[in-house]
């Protein structure tokens, strides 16, 4: 939130534009009175140069960073005459919009639009194929001694998380997310995989998506069984 990761003192502009710049993939989430919302002084604020929405939109638009308009609640695209000058690439690109009745089909329509942005590109080093399946045959086996070995260690070292902990894992860690939080699980645990060494570290991070500690417990024992 800007509120909270924007220090005082700081030019919320640079700040908004700096954020901007480091992110893959940008989400303009457009409802019915996106185009015409006023603010207390009755402008227009798309019209606004110092707007938030307009300053994130400008920045990414004008960086060419991939921006997916979200149209909710039955939202049109807006038309280019519609917006500001540094605005007007917006109504060119692709959207996806989310209804209430196909809500669960959507909104996987939309992960499958920003997976390509999210994900590491597919590009296989040589020799990665077996290091990946020595990696996760020590996994089901919980061999400490693998980890101690140094040959492995460097070919560890060389290997991205997912590619350590290994598919049939992170599908069976996704489909137990997916139970709590929906179909939003698949990106949150390949993205935080990179970030993880083994399954069980991941299960305790992802476990944090999670409403309530029943629930949290409930989904690491399964997800660790």
């Given amino acids: 939130m800007d509120v909270a990761a924007i220090e005082p003192g700081r030019d919320f502009r640079k700040?908004?534009?700096?954020?901007?710049?480091?992110?893959?993939?940008?989400?303009?989430?457009?409802?019915?009175?996106?185009?015409?919302?006023?603010d207390a002084e009755g402008r227009r604020r798309l019209d606004d140069v110092n707007d938030f929405v307009r300053i994130e939109l400008a920045?990414?638009?004008?960086?060419?960073?991939?921006?997916?308009p979200?149209?909710?609640?039955?939202?049109?695209?807006?038309?280019?005459e519609q917006l500001p000058h540094d605005l007007k690439e917006l109504a060119f690109r692709n959207a996806v919009e989310l209804t209430h009745s196909r809500w669960k089909?959507?909104?996987?329509?939309?992960?499958?639009?920003?997976?390509?942005?999210?994900?590491?590109?597919?590009?296989?080093?040589?020799?990665?194929?077996?290091?990946?399946?020595e990696a996760a045959k020590a996994e089901r086996h919980s061999l400490p001694a693998a980890n101690q070995d140094p040959a492995n260690q460097a070919t560890m070292g060389t290997m991205t998380g997912i590619q350590m902990?290994?598919?049939?894992?992170?599908?069976?860690?996704?489909?137990?997310?997916?139970?709590?939080?929906g179909?939003?699980?698949?990106v949150i645990v390949k993205q935080a995989a990179k970030r993880c060494s083994s399954a069980e570290?991941?299960?305790?991070?992802v476990a944090k998506e999670i409403d309530g500690e029943v629930n949290r417990a409930n989904f690491l024992r399964s997800c660790r069984s």
Avoid at 59 to 68: F, G, K, M, N, W
Avoid at 114 to 128: A, C, I, M, S
């Fill in 105 to 133: 089909t959507d909104l996987q329509v939309l992960i499958e639009a920003v997976r390509p942005y999210l994900e590491e590109p597919g590009t296989r080093l040589p020799g990665t194929e077996p290091a990946r399946a």
């Fill in 165 to 181: 902990i290994g598919p049939q894992a992170l599908d069976r860690i996704s489909r137990e997310l997916a139970g709590y939080i």
């Fill in 70 to 80: 979200v149209l909710v609640r039955g939202a049109k695209m807006p038309r280019p």
């Fill in 15 to 38: 700040a908004i534009d700096q954020s901007v710049a480091t992110c893959s993939v940008l989400l303009a989430v457009i409802g019915l009175e996106w185009v015409e919302l006023k």
């Fill in 183 to 186: 179909p939003i699980a698949d």
């Fill in 59 to 68: 920045s990414a638009l004008r960086r060419d960073i991939p921006v997916i």
């Fill in 201 to 205: 570290e991941l299960c305790t991070k």
